[in-house]
């Protein structure tokens, strides 16, 4: 951290525009540090009267204009704030404050803060810059949204607390503390302009809700996003929150949907995502599967890894790739795509030991031989038809020479088409089944695995022998699907 000793042994170099530089490099390190995405461009100036010194730049916000102030006196720097408001400035102090005439200091600090903060204008030291990002957890949160929307004087002996509290308050809200999560967002309304204090309190309502607190129990009076996190709001959060906050990541899969990620696009490890996978996975549903084999160029081992590609969550590894929902691919293209095919469907031999090996419920199997003769297994209620004495008998007769056109699977007691044609699976109604359940019966049948690529996948799905559950599904879990799925195609014959 910069200390007020280092600015002015830089302002003791014996050639004045060494000295400037100095200063200047001080005062970037300090404003870069607070905020690693900015883009702090330099301009020739230094303490100028009406140009700045810098203009910090940010993807999506407005610039803000930094002035360098040598100034120790908070009456001239409020002259500043008032004739100069273009680009809501940041005003940086090189020296500490002291008293004018005989005016209190106190007084002369209080009629500036108000006079900033009502101009969104903000006042602070190179020293209380470099302790806004003291606290551990959210110290990078905190020093960013105040370098973005930051108003009023931030006070060198206000920082660290003000940093502990919001530290503090962050935690609270991760635990349902009411009080510590009050006092938090008080100390950020002090400190950020209107729209900022919304942005942040957003974050601790984030924290609140993921940790399974009502959204109406909130005590920020926001509560606008509801039990469930808003593709806005998670995209946000993306861009802010540090994914050293694994915890806090984790947790926040317990308040995301599929629709969460519908603006997202992320490749790659995406540790934050891989995060949150781990507790969303448990509550996620849908009714669409699909999947293709894929060739990795980007490494040579292919772990498993969840991506949101083009807003449809998915899961790649072993040399597959799974869309969740609306798939990325349409189903009927690229089926037979070098770099996005299907597997050719398994023989009737190969589909038993997959469903063996997985611990699978099929209750239909429709099998065909060279000559298109088709014939299908069905198992009445929710018996399973792979293990059944007539599909062994038929297996050790011609399971080699007959191959698997679609089975039906038993997900949480719904019927799950699997076509091998298309590689998709998924009820044919709109009723949805947990994506953990639909992705192990859809990886399992459609691609070729082993014992341990299924004991990967079993801990990426956090399946641990007990019956699957989604929230995102509500109660349609346990509901029966109304509408049976044809037993045969026409031309084809049912045993």
């Keep these: 951290m910069t200390t007020y000793n280092d600015i002015l042994a830089a302002a003791d170099a014996p050639e004045y525009d060494d000295a400037i530089r100095q200063i200047k490099r001080l005062a970037a390190k300090a404003l870069h540090e607070a905020d690693d995405d900015v883009r702090l461009l330099s301009t020739e100036h230094f303490n100028h009267s009406y140009l700045p010194d810098f203009v910090m730049r940010w993807r999506n916000r407005q610039d803000r204009f930094v002035y360098l102030r040598a100034s120790a006196y908070a009456e001239e ?12 400035p940041i005003f940086v102090q090189l020296s500490e404050f002291v008293p004018y005439n005989d005016r209190p200091i106190r007084q002369a600090i209080d009629s500036l803060s108000q006079s900033a903060g009502a101009r969104k204008s903000l006042i602070a030291s190179v020293p209380a810059i470099g302790l806004l990002d003291d606290a551990p957890r959210t110290g990078k949160m905190l020093s960013s949204f105040v370098m973005r929307g930051g108003r009023g004087v931030i006070e060198d002996s206000e920082v660290v607390t003000l940093a502990q509290t919001v530290e503090s308050g962050f935690d609270g809200a991760m635990h349902s503390d009411r009080e510590k999560t009050a006092d938090a967002i008080q100390a950020v309304e002090t400190v950020l302009d209107p729209a900022s204090t919304v942005e942040f309190t957003h974050l601790f309502e984030a924290a609140w809700i993921s940790g399974g607190a009502s959204g109406v129990e909130f005590p920020g009076g926001l509560t606008s996003i509801g039990d469930n996190l808003t593709a806005d709001l998670l995209g946000q959060m993306l861009e802010i929150v540090p994914e050293s906050l694994s915890d806090f990541w984790e947790q926040i899969g317990n308040a995301v949907t599929l629709e969460s990620f519908s603006q997202l696009h992320l490749v790659g490890s995406q540790p934050r995502l891989q995060s949150i996978m781990k507790n969303a996975i448990s509550r996620l549903a849908s009714n669409r599967y699909m999947m293709r084999r894929t060739q990795r160029s980007d490494q040579e081992v292919d772990p498993f890894i969840w991506q949101i590609d083009s807003g449809t969550l998915s899961l790649r590894g072993a040399g597959y790739q799974a869309w969740i929902g609306a798939p990325a691919l349409n189903a009927t293209e690229n089926a037979t795509d070098e770099d996005f095919a299907v597997d050719l469907p398994p023989t009737l031999s190969n589909l038993s030991m997959r469903a063996e090996e997985a611990q699978l419920t099929i209750s239909d199997i429709g099998v065909s031989d ?20 007539l599909v062994e008998r038929v297996t050790e007769t011609v399971g080699n020479l007959v191959r698997v056109n679609e089975v039906v699977a038993l997900v949480e007691g719904k019927r799950v088409p699997v076509d091998y044609n298309r590689g998709v ?28 690529v299924r004991e990967t996948l079993a801990q990426v799905l956090n399946r641990n022998g007990e019956p699957d559950r989604s929230e995102d599904a509500g109660d349609v879990l346990s509901d029966v699907d109304p509408s049976p799925d044809p037993v045969a195609d026409e031309g084809s014959k049912s045993v």
């Excluded at 720097?77 to 809501?88: A, C, K, P, S």
């Excluded at 009723?431 to 341990?452: F, K, M």
């Design 77 to 88: 720097i409020e002259e500043d704030v008032v004739r100069l408001t273009d680009h809501n």
């Design 425 to 452: 699976a998924g009820p044919r109604t709109s009723s949805r089944v947990s994506v953990s359940g639909l992705i192990w019966n859809g990886w399992n049948l459609l691609a070729e695995t082993d014992d341990e």
């Design 370 to 389: 060279t000559d298109g003769i088709t014939v299908r297994f069905t198992s009445p209620g929710q018996g399973d038809v792979a293990t059944s004495d």
